[in-house]
């Protein structure tokens, strides 16, 4: 699962990110309203947390933009402000919900999770693919009805080469798409971690290989 946090008070905003981190989350954080609207339109989240009141760029104008060009991403809007004119404006623009500060990490945690299951043009909280399963929700993943245990980075690779199924994908993809943006990593590590997912998911007990190299151009999960 990838987040996008966009919140201009350090502190709030580092130990979100190192909530979500212990959650298996894969975190990017940004602290003024121009970033903020760069990585969500350059970058593909599951979700963005996002502050009402940024320098450089307010959240309810970035939540406006990004829906202007048809970037439906949930947005979980957070504000030290209360009053119920303000939520109603920012849900108005196209938030998907809101939180006022402070809040407990732990209401955080639900209202994304709850988020993530909802219907969305971008987010699907169980991903099919063959006889395998992946709940994004849950973090659970499931092979012709047994449970594989995966690592964070494991389960993230899966669910990115899944939502591209049958799409050959590449090292600077998945690297761009499964590490945090800046994350210093070698396309080796990528050809690491495809092989330690591959020793998981297409185990010959479990089924036909659903993994597949193509050879000078990157990876693809599905039809060979």
Request: charged share 30%; net charge neutral.
């Amino acid at each position: 699962m990838k987040v996008l946090i966009v919140e201009d008070e350090h502190k709030i905003a580092n130990s979100i990110k190192k909530g979500l981190e212990q959650e298996k989350y894969i975190v990017d954080v940004v602290y003024n309203g121009i970033e903020g609207l760069d990585f969500a339109t350059s970058e593909t989240y599951d979700v963005i947390v996002l502050d009402r009141m940024l320098p450089g760029m307010e959240g309810v104008e970035i939540t406006h933009k990004l829906r202007e060009k048809q970037i439906h991403t949930p947005i979980l809007m957070l504000t030290a402000k209360g009053q119920l004119d303000d939520k109603v404006e920012g849900l108005d623009t196209g938030a998907d919900d809101y939180m006022t500060k402070p809040f407990a990490f732990s209401e955080l945690l639900a209202r994304l999770r709850a988020l993530v299951r909802r219907p969305q043009q971008t987010v699907d909280s169980v991903i099919t693919i063959d006889n395998l399963s992946i709940d994004t929700a849950r973090f659970e993943v499931t092979r012709n009805n047994k449970i594989i245990q995966l690592t964070s980075k494991e389960f993230s690779l899966l669910v990115y080469l899944v939502r591209h199924q049958n799409t050959i994908v590449t090292k600077e993809q998945i690297v761009n798409n499964v590490w945090n943006y800046d994350a210093n990593v070698l396309p080796n590590s990528v050809e690491v971690y495809i092989k330690h997912l591959r020793n998981k998911i297409d185990d010959s007990k479990l089924g036909k290989p659903l993994i597949h190299t193509a050879r000078g151009f990157g990876y693809k999960i599905g039809e060979k």
